[in-house]
């Protein structure tokens, strides 16, 4: 059979008669489509789309064990100098990698262009991307060797991406230690038919996969075995939208490939603000570790409490991760190895497919799905959970206003420096209510512990008022 009668095949069997029918005409449409695994896209419609049921929760699911470096009840403690130590001398031979996820649309932002871009310092307005650029050569400056840094971007914005990064001269990193790779694709669905929407006629609407794609996408783009080719072993894994992230954390590495751990897949996390906070919850079930989204999480269990009134579901995920180069091989070379998909609905404006016509819908008319990087955790055999300070390490941008808005994360940001610097012994003005009266953005350049400013020339104080990054 022709390529061409065996591709029109698969379509009609998965309820694509309308590309079918449009083969003929449209040679670029088999292009499109030759990525996609048309073979599974049947089951995928009928479980996501045609009958989506409800995620099922295991009956023994219970809270996570924590590590911390807070002696907060219930909560395994450790001993991080000691364990620190083991992760600096891993960063030292070069065995960490930084890997962010930035394929995603950022549509509740509605910033126009990729989230990476996104001008995140109160101050100097410098980009989301300089960010994780300045904490790469803070660590460079500590421990004598900048990691690589590998970063995940989607069709649609990985030439603007690669553009961005060579206009700002990489950020004063080498480009040589620099791999941006853009992620899978999936064929955005009509959400009551299942049938691929068009977004032109003859080209097909696809959305990326999902952060989950990246354990697939760095095999197949060539990153994992550059990783390896350069002794690589483990990799720092976030996320594009927070300015804050400890990119580079021996305490973290440490606890990763200790006894406690498989130094497969391991997490950080805090503890959720309220009860409904849009956080997925680390839990655990048949000792194995892992993260239900907030919107699968019953309201029972998202409020249940303890005797001493902290929440039992607790433990929120904040999306950072080790991942072991390894198990991303295993996983890559595992015929089984599929994390789950997951269904969203969204707006996504097409052409009727019958008559061509342009359609500029007003409710989702989609299902995107999409696979999550944290449904990896339960193929971890041992995986550990370690809990950070919120004010220290998660100050998101994900929405235009409110909660994890740029405002708020400014805020973060400046509570987070004026704290540190006040340590360091640099007096702060503050309002009535203890806010500071100032704007700091601190670089991670300068500091991403506050322990690191004792290296650093302080002023004595910071002015009412003042804007000041340092
Ligand atoms: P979000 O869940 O915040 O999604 O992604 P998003 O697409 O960026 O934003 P909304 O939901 O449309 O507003 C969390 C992280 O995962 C990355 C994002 O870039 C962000 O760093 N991501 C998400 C990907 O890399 N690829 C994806 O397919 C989805």
Redesign the pocket.
């Given at each position: 059979m022709s390529t061409h009668a065996q591709l029109e095949r698969q379509l009609r069997a998965c309820g694509q008669d309308h590309l079918a029918d449009s083969l003929g005409s449209n040679p670029a449409l088999a292009d499109q489509l030759a990525g996609i695994d048309l073979a599974s896209l049947a089951a995928l419609i009928e479980k996501h789309v045609r009958r989506p049921d409800q995620p099922t929760l295991a009956t023994d699911l219970a809270p996570v064990e924590c590590f911390s470096t807070v002696t907060t009840p219930g909560r395994q403690v450790f001993d991080p100098a000691a364990v620190a130590r083991i992760g600096d001398r891993l960063i030292r031979a070069g065995k960490l990698a930084a890997f962010t996820?930035?394929?995603?649309?950022?549509?509740?932002?509605g910033f126009d262009g990729p989230?990476g871009f996104f001008p995140a310092g109160a101050v100097t307005g410098k980009p989301l991307f300089a960010f994780f650029a300045d904490a790469l050569l803070g660590a460079g400056d500590r421990f004598g060797l900048v990691a690589p840094w590998y970063v995940?971007t989607?069709t649609r914005n990985h030439q603007q991406t690669v553009a961005f990064f060579k206009e700002h001269n990489y950020f004063g990193l080498d480009p040589a230690d620099l791999f941006l790779f853009p992620?899978g694709e999936m064929p955005s669905l009509d959400i009551r038919s299942g049938r691929i929407l068009l977004a032109e006629p003859g080209r097909i609407a696809t959305n990326?996969?999902?952060?989950g794609?990246?354990l697939r996408a760095l095999h197949r783009s060539g990153a994992l075995a550059d990783m390896i080719a350069r002794g690589i072993e483990h990799i720092s894994y976030f996320?594009?939208?927070n300015p804050i992230v400890r990119v580079i954390d021996p305490v973290f590495l440490g606890l990763h490939v200790g006894e406690h751990s498989s130094a497969e897949m391991s997490s950080k996390m805090v503890p959720k603000a309220f009860p409904d906070e849009r956080l997925g919850v680390f839990c655990q079930t048949q000792g194995r570790t892992q993260v239900i989204e907030y919107t699968d999480l019953p309201d029972s269990l998202a409020h249940e409490s303890l005797p001493d009134g902290s929440l039992r579901f607790s433990a929120g995920s904040i999306?950072v991760h080790l991942i072991g180069v390894e198990f991303v091989q295993r996983l890559n070379t595992d015929p089984d190895f599929q994390l789950p998909w997951h269904r969203a609905e969204k707006i996504v404006p097409c052409v009727d497919p019958d008559t061509g016509s342009r359609l500029n819908p007003f409710a989702p008319n989609a299902v995107k799905l999409?696979q999550f990087v944290f449904d990896a955790l339960p193929l971890a055999r041992r995986s550990i959970v370690l809990e950070t300070s919120r004010q220290d390490e998660f100050a998101p941008i994900?929405n235009a206003t409110g909660i994890d808005s740029a405002e708020s994360s400014q805020r973060i940001q400046t509570a987070r420096a004026a704290d540190w610097l006040e340590a360091a012994g640099v007096a702060i003005p503050r309002t009535a209510d203890g806010t500071p009266d100032c704007v700091i953005e601190l670089s991670p350049r300068t500091a991403s512990k506050p322990e690191h400013l004792a290296a650093i020339d302080l002023p004595d104080a910071i002015a009412p008022g003042q804007h000041i990054a340092l």
């Open positions: 996820v930035a394929g995603g649309q950022g549509t509740r932002l989230k995940m989607s992620q990326p996969d999902g952060h794609g990246s996320q594009v939208d999306a999409e994900k």
